[in-house]
């Protein structure tokens, strides 16, 4: 992915496949299986049920063998409350794994071939909301909490390597950088933090001006599982002094920022580690410069976003132009240009309910070009779209 730069591809509109999968409750998080580890798209969801489910998809063209519902290749049960946020180990260690995060305040990796669970990672003190397996060796996994840290666990042994003060209120996304030298973590406190993951040394902090669009107050008997209401402006009033002194800043100059700058929901590397996406409960993707620290380029105007974790990603398609990807708390599902950040496409209705997760799928070898996406109480379902053949 080169920001700079465009293919002069034109778009390709999306449409929604046959067929679809189901959780109980909510979808929290879809995620697909990295391509050099199956033979044809897989794609796995966590859901509040508590669950997580492994799908395989049939061949979109051939009506003939398959129904309009899916079923589970695999179930992973064992977590005691919903699940927040669901990553796959990209090593090519046999058998795949999955990592799930957890209400119940413990992180797992599972074995998605037979469901059983591998490894338990417990010491998080509130609800474990992201996790994140390192890219190259998969010996590292990195979680996120409602406890305000972020910590890094030994796959191998599950125990906790290294725990980093990392923000003044929950912990909202984790991501490894291609390489795995870097962690990037965001918050409800407005801040996205780079950490080097060989040092736990925070390198830079990151955040957003506040925009006319104020966050919303904290939502009474929202179920951490499935989204997380906007902070009140007491928890976002100052930053601890160990955050700030991790940050290399003043607790003054740290409490400054976050108290000026919209809750961060989601951040995101980009495929070449170049650009991080994050999203703000202001309404606004943003793609920001890891290098320098500055915003690219925003998205906004075609999704709403005042309350929910929902998640975003890009759709880099070799035959169409690349967008960035987002649900809405309206249902729609929206593609922004990656360049222009004009609309190219908005899913009206794509779910009945708040469409939570979104994943991207681009295999030119084989598996095509896929979104994914889950929907929230109402619509418990995870949704399929691909390009219009026609």
Known sequence: MDEGTSSGASFKKLEKAQFQGTHKRAVSSVAWAPSHLTTAPVVASGSADGTAKIWKLPDPDDTKKHKRDLKAMTTLSGHSRGLNHIAWSTSTWSPP???????????????????????EFRGHLNFCFCVAVHPTHGNLLVSGSFDETVKLWDVRSGDCVSTLPA?????????????????????????IRLWDTATGECLKTIYAPLTSTPAPSAQAGTPQSVAMAGISEAGVAAATAAAAAAAGTSNAAAAASSSTSPPVSFAKYSPNGNFILSSTLDGRLRLWKTRTSTCSKTYHGSHLNSKYCMTAGFYLP??????VVTGSENGDLTLYDLQTQQVQQTLPQAHDDVVMAVSCYNDPVGGGDWICTGGMTQDPTIKFWRPNKT
């Open 97 to 119: 794994k999955l990592a799930t995060a957890s209400d119940d305040k413990t992180c797992r990796l599972w074995d998605v071939v037979t469901g059983d669970p591998l490894v």
């Open 167 to 191: 923000h003044s209120d929950p912990v909202t996304m984790v991501d490894f950088s291609r390489d795995g030298t870097c962690i990037c973590s965001s918050s409800h406190d407005g801040l």
């Open 318 to 323: 070799q035959d169409s132009a690349s967008s």
